[in-house]
């Protein structure tokens, strides 16, 4: 705190043109991206809820791999194929994916940060979007690694369960593909529930209630209205993207409402977060900040 | 140059800013002035798009703030101390404000070095003091190298060393020609700071002028006087429009007269007076007295007669001095 220096120049020695002048870009969506990017790698959130996702991603599937193989040869088991296997960390890595999400926005409303973002970028949607942009990206890159991870940490069980990665087979593709665009679109679905609400416990408590509970205890609800409809969802219908078509068949049995297809179901889970991230675009240009 | 026009702020049925229109010019340090709650925060965060008025508008160098393209080369603002993200360094923290608008590193490094931050840029904003987390608010503000710096309660929480390099910041800014805006419920550190002072309480525009027309308005027409007489002095000049305290026993203060009117009327009366001396006010007395009806939340006074609003302090340099000691026939 010695250094004051009332007599610097705060304009320094370089020429700049006058404000507005037309070599100046000033605000840009890239730039906005770059800045969010800085501000995303420079909290702990990041650094510690990345690597517990990808941990658990990896220490599920060698759990599951070994526990698999302690079956006995002989017993009439359903053995898991290879790709659900290798991604079955999801079920616990969604809950870090999901706090890291709301964390990237009601950190800044809880600590203030967020009136030096939008003073900096006045028209706001650029700042949602590219949060939401690199929390997606970020997030499906470490999913993405966390299973080439997982697929490494299971070889030692690979010829006992008999495990093969089939990647021309379209089910296994998409398995893999899928997990990776869950925990992204999962990572968005959470972002803006947070954007909504703006505090943090608020919003993980919401986040995790509809990802566990909710979509746990409403389809069991001995109701016709629960019944019909509970395939939509958000993780009910989702998750149907992660699961192999025998899982499927099996979740489905016995039921006579509505059963999406993977893809059909994904599609519930995005338009679920495209509406919530709408409703917080709104809401964020319109309140105070 | 900040235009606000019939700016107007309520929540719910509170309004914290009240049709409120000023300008403030380029060239100059002007002073925004009031008691806590007045809406000066309001005001200020009106002007860089952070609350949405609920009537009203204001400009900024002739556009809305969010209409500039490059708003951090417009305005620098420091709105409050904490509208950072705890976790992270104030080197980053600056980083990620430049980002948005390409500024390099190098200017970060510059206001860094400018606000004395160098030994603690890299220590996490969460573990700062209050004065620290000012400097780094106006590293942030000074980033774009902006015309135009709004500067929220900028001294609050700054040791004594930096009231003055804030004062002497924002003095040369203004004689750059740029636009400086601050606040501050401190008139002391205004009457040394500001070239020019919008007053404001409850949420209403008070006074706009410069500081020496503030003062010599509030000086009003109290003068002391000092009697054996004072009784009589007292029955002499009391009139509607005049008002007599007495301090002590042969001290009076009479408001509402000059010191010519007594001084002949005592002269006439054949009433002899020891000490006759105009009393002028300081920027505190016209701030007071201004703003005595707005206050937002009033304290009981402890140890003090009631409502000093009204007496002109003789302390400030100039008032004694002119001071006529006068014994008539």
């Given at each position: ?39 995303f790698r420079?909290v702990r959130a990041a650094a510690w809820t990345l690597p517990i996702t990808a941990l658990l991603m990896v220490g599920l599937a060698f759990l ?25 960390g999801w079920l616990l890595a969604q809950l870090a994916v999901a706090v890291l999400a709301v964390l990237t ?30 929390l997606?990206?970020t997030v499906?890159a470490t999913s993405?690694i966390a299973l080439?991870l997982a697929?490494?940490a ?29 925990l992204?679109?999962i990572a968005?679905?959470a ?13 993980i408590?919401?986040?995790v209630?509809?990802l ?78 | ?329």
């Amino acid at each position: 705190m010695t250094t004051l220096s009332p007599t610097a120049d705060p304009s320094t020695s370089r020429n700049r043109p006058r404000a507005g002048a037309p070599d100046r870009l000033g605000v840009t969506f890239p730039r906005v991206v770059a800045s969010e990017w800085i501000k995303f790698r420079t909290v702990r959130a990041a650094a510690w809820t990345l690597p517990i996702t990808a941990l658990l991603m990896v220490g599920l599937a060698f759990l599951s791999a070994w526990g698999t193989s302690q079956l006995p040869a002989d017993g009439d088991f359903m053995t898991p194929s290879a790709a659900t296997l290798v991604t079955n960390g999801w079920l616990l890595a969604q809950l870090a994916v999901a706090v890291l999400a709301v964390l990237t926005i009601t950190g800044e409303y809880g600590t203030g940060m967020v009136r030096s973002t939008f003073a900096a970028n006045p028209k706001r949607l650029a700042s949602l979007g590219a949060k939401a942009l690199v929390l997606a990206v970020t997030v499906a890159a470490t999913s993405a690694i966390a299973l080439a991870l997982a697929w490494l940490a299971v070889q030692p069980f690979a010829s006992d369960l008999d495990l093969a990665l089939d990647l021309a087979d379209g089910e296994t593709v998409r398995i893999l593909l899928g997990t990776v665009l869950y925990l992204a679109t999962i990572a968005v679905f959470a972002f803006a529930i947070g954007a909504l609400l703006r505090h943090s416990a608020g919003a993980i408590a919401v986040v995790v209630g509809l990802l566990l509970v909710v979509d746990q205890v409403l389809p069991n609800l001995p109701l016709r209205f629960f019944e019909v409809t509970s395939p939509f969802l958000p993780s009910v219908a989702g998750t149907r993207l992660l699961y192999d078509a025998d899982t499927l068949a099996l979740i489905d049995a016995g039921r006579d409402t509505v059963n999406l297809t993977p893809w059909e179901g994904y599609g519930v889970l995005a338009l679920w977060t495209v509406l919530l991230l709408v409703a917080a675009a709104v809401l964020v240009r319109r309140r105070d900040a | 140059m900040i235009e606000a026009t019939g700016l107007t702020k309520r929540y719910g049925s509170k309004v914290a800013v009240d049709h409120m229109t000023f300008t403030v010019a380029p060239g100059k340090v002007t002073g925004f002035l009031g008691p806590n709650g007045a809406g000066k925060s309001t005001t200020m965060r009106m002007i860089v798009g952070l609350d949405r008025p609920t009537s009203g508008s204001v400009t900024v160098n002739g556009r809305r703030y969010a209409e500039h393209s490059a708003p951090l080369h417009e305005v620098g603002t420091l709105l409050d101390a904490k509208a950072v993200h705890t976790g992270r360094s104030a080197y980053n923290h600056l980083l990620a404000q430049a980002a948005t608008h390409g500024i390099g590193r190098k200017r970060v490094q510059e206001v860094i070095e400018m606000t004395g931050l160098d030994a603690v840029a890299r220590k996490r904003v969460g573990g700062f003091s209050l004065g620290m987390g000012q400097r780094l608010g106006i590293a942030s503000a000074l980033l774009g190298d902006p015309q135009t710096l709004i500067l929220d309660e900028p001294v609050n929480g700054l040791d004594p060393e930096g009231v003055l390099w804030v004062r002497n910041l924002v003095q040369y800014l203004a004689r750059q020609g740029r636009t400086v805006f601050l606040s501050s419920h401190l008139m002391s550190e205004m009457a040394v700071t500001a070239d020019h002072i919008i007053v404001v309480g409850r949420g209403r525009l008070i006074a706009d002028a410069p500081v020496a027309e503030i003062v010599a308005r509030a000086a009003g027409t109290t003068v002391r006087v000092r009697t054996p007489q004072a009784g009589a002095l007292e029955e002499l000049v009391r009139g509607p429009e005049v008002t007599v305290t007495s301090a002590e026993p042969g001290l009076i203060e009479i408001t509402g007269s000059t010191a010519p009117a007594i001084g002949e009327a005592a002269a006439a009366a054949g009433i002899v007076l020891h000490e006759l001396t105009p009393l002028h006010g300081s920027l505190e007395d016209a701030y007071m007295q201004l703003t005595a009806d707005s206050v937002e939340y009033h304290s009981s006074d402890v140890g003090q007669p009631a409502a000093p609003a009204t007496a002109p302090s003789p302390t400030t340099p100039g008032a004694t001095s002119s001071a006529t000691e006068g014994a008539v026939r």
